[in-house]
């Protein structure tokens, strides 16, 4: 169920809006006029004002587009897709969130996945019991084969 959207990805930009927004916020209006002499900023207070505001408005739109760049080049997106599609294919245990449920509107979808789901719980469930018959097999032939050794 591949999908264009990763909720990863999302957090990904969050985060990186947070540290953006943060980091810029230190430079502040008061410090940024500190660089410049007093007579300079009391006569061009206005224009040093709106410098400041193209500056960092531009410092903040380079990084985030440079952040667009860097994760389509290193295909991130895709990347998260995938994982979050591997994650939601194994079998979930009760209370389990490692990836959220497959975002769908399509309830035959949701029906057929939770289906798939069951399936596979039920076939590793038949699987162990038949490996743990094994064992015991095994545990019993050898018992029986110690036995007669010991006569």
């Not at 002499?37 to 009391?42: E, G, L, Q, S, T």
């Not at 061009?44 to 990084?63: A, C, F, K, P, R």
């Given at each position: 169920m591949a999908s264009d959207h990763s909720m990863r990805m999302d957090r990904l930009a969050t985060i990186l809006n947070l540290v953006v927004d943060t980091t810029t916020e230190w430079v502040s209006l008061k410090k940024f006029l500190k660089c410049f002499?007093?007579?300079?900023?009391?006569s061009?207070?206005?224009?040093?004002?709106?410098?400041?505001?193209?500056?960092?408005?531009?410092?903040?739109?380079?990084?985030k587009e440079e952040f667009k760049v860097i994760c389509a080049e290193r295909k991130v997106l895709d990347s998260f897709i995938q994982l979050e599609d591997t994650l939601r294919q194994q079998p979930q245990l009760?209370?389990?969130?490692?990836?959220p449920p497959p975002p769908s509107s399509d309830s035959f979808?949701?029906?057929?996945?939770?289906?798939?789901?069951?399936?596979k719980q039920a076939e590793r469930d038949r699987l162990l019991q038949?490996?743990?018959a094994a064992e015991q097999e095994v545990q019993s032939q050898k018992h029986l084969l110690d036995v007669k050794l010991e006569e």
């Open positions: 002499p007093p007579d300079i900023v009391a061009h207070n206005e224009v040093l004002t709106q410098l400041h505001s193209y500056l960092i408005e531009g410092l903040q739109q380079n990084v009760a209370g389990d969130s490692r990836c979808a949701v029906q057929m996945h939770s289906l798939i789901v069951s399936q038949e490996l743990r």
